[in-house]
Structure formats: structure tokens, C-alpha cells
């Protein structure tokens, strides 16, 4: 079955410790994205990748960090999190370098304490 | 300051009305994208639109394009409880690589 997935789907964890939010997709997608959606602001895109060791930043990218060693990965990695960064956090990919058609993971929901 | 502004915010009605939601900015997009969320999942695509004034139905759903490409509606006809979600615009620059959403809109219809 094609889809993106993401592991944890639920996590929490204390102000400092370092954490990896893993994101697949198993459909030879050139493009994959991260996005983190709040109440009242919609999703906004983190970072995202145009293929394989090519990464940059999106809107929000302060406190993340991403890696795309492989096309079918894309981690997002938080050095330090902090309570601001308590979200939901979605992975997206689409075949074509470029965010048209976008599929979206089923999302993680990440608690910082 | 949102790029993209979704009005209204919420949205209820009863089973069998029509309704429209608005997606409006100040800056032209090469295509125009709406999306539906459910609870506990990942936005999923309903429609892409390209062409200012374009105008696409997907059963009772009918999205349109602004003439100038910086805006537009999503319109359903005789909505249904399953219609409820968070409706969300997104749209593409010119330069293509990136995506930004609308803050959204939560429809619910009550049967």
C-alpha cells in the first residue's frame, strides 16, 4: 500500500532532550516535507527536500533540524526541543520535485513538557 | 501575518444548506490547492487549480479560481454530516518549491 508513514505517532518528553521524529514513504517520492499544524495558524511547512541531500528551510525552521541520506526518508530532529514546540507535526511527499499533490502522513503528536 | 486568509474561521449548519468558504491574499499563486482533514489524520487533496477563473466540481463540492489568482472558494451544495472537517487552501509561488496553507476552515453539519 503506498503511504507516508511517521513514528511515534504520540510523544512526550521534558525541555532539553534531544529527540527524532522519523518520516517514509515508500512511493519513490522526490519531494517530502515537514509541517507543524497549531490551532488557529493552519500547517506551516518546517523544512522540506527536493530530493536526496538537497533540504531547505520553510517557514518556521528555527529549532529543527532535518537529513534526507535517502529518498524514502526524511527525519526531522529536534537538538533541544522546547514547550513552544508542543504540535502536531505532519510529513508530507509527492512525486515531482515540488510540493503539487502532496501526500500527507497520519501526523505526530508531540508534547514537550 | 497569514499569506493566505480562509474566512470564516467556523462554520456550522444544518444538513441540506449550501455554503461557501473563502481563501483570499494580496499575492498571485500559480495554483491554488484545497484540502480535507479529519480528526487524527493528515490533510488529504481535494482539488488543485491552476488557471485564473477556473472553475472545478467535484460532486456537490465546486472550487473556483480567482480571475487574478489570489483567491479563492470552495462552494458545497446541500452539505451533508459527512462534509464536516477542516477544510484547508494552500497555495504554490511561482517558484514552485514551497507550500502555504490557509489557517483553515471547521465545517460541522448537524443532521
Known amino acids: 500500500e503506498a503511504q507516508v508513514t511517521q513514528n511515534p505517532r504520540y510523544l512526550i518528553t521534558v525541555t532539553g532532550k534531544k529527540l527524532t521524529v522519523t518520516c517514509s514513504q515508500n512511493m519513490n517520492h522526490e519531494y517530502m516535507s515537514w509541517y507543524r499544524q497549531d490551532p488557529g495558524l493552519g500547517l506551516r511547512q518546517i523544512y522540506y527536500?527536493?530530493?536526496?541531500?538537497?533540504?531547505d528551510k520553510g517557514d518556521v525552521p528555527e529549532g529543527y533540524k532535518v537529513s534526507r541520506k535517502e529518498k524514502r526518508n526524511f527525519p526531522l530532529i529536534l537538538e533541544s526541543p522546547s514547550p513552544n514546540q508542543t504540535s502536531l507535526y505532519f510529513c508530507?511527499?509527492?512525486?515531482?520535485?515540488?510540493?503539487?499533490?502532496?501526500?500527507f502522513g497520519p501526523g505526530t503528536r508531540l508534547l514537550v513538557l | 501575518t497569514q499569506l493566505l486568509e480562509q474566512s470564516p474561521q467556523f462554520l456550522s449548519i444544518q444538513e441540506g444548506e449550501n455554503l461557501t468558504v473563502y481563501c483570499n491574499s494580496s499575492?498571485?499563486?500559480?495554483?491554488l490547492q484545497w484540502y480535507r482533514q479529519e480528526p487524527g489524520e493528515g490533510p488529504v487533496l481535494l482539488v488543485t487549480?491552476?488557471?485564473?477563473?477556473e472553475v472545478k466540481k467535484l460532486k456537490r463540492l465546486t472550487f473556483q479560481f480567482g480571475d487574478a489568482r489570489k483567491d479563492s472558494s470552495l462552494h458545497i451544495t446541500a452539505a451533508q454530516p459527512g462534509d464536516t472537517g477542516l477544510y484547508l487552501c494552500a497555495g504554490i509561488k511561482a517558484s514552485g518549491s514551497r507550500l502555504t496553507f490557509g489557517e483553515g476552515t471547521q465545517l460541522t453539519v448537524n443532521p
Open positions: 499575492s498571485v499563486f500559480s495554483s
Open positions: 508530507a511527499s509527492s512525486l515531482f520535485a515540488s510540493p503539487e499533490t502532496q501526500y
Open positions: 487549480v491552476v488557471t485564473g477563473g
Open positions: 527536500s527536493m530530493n536526496v541531500e538537497v533540504t
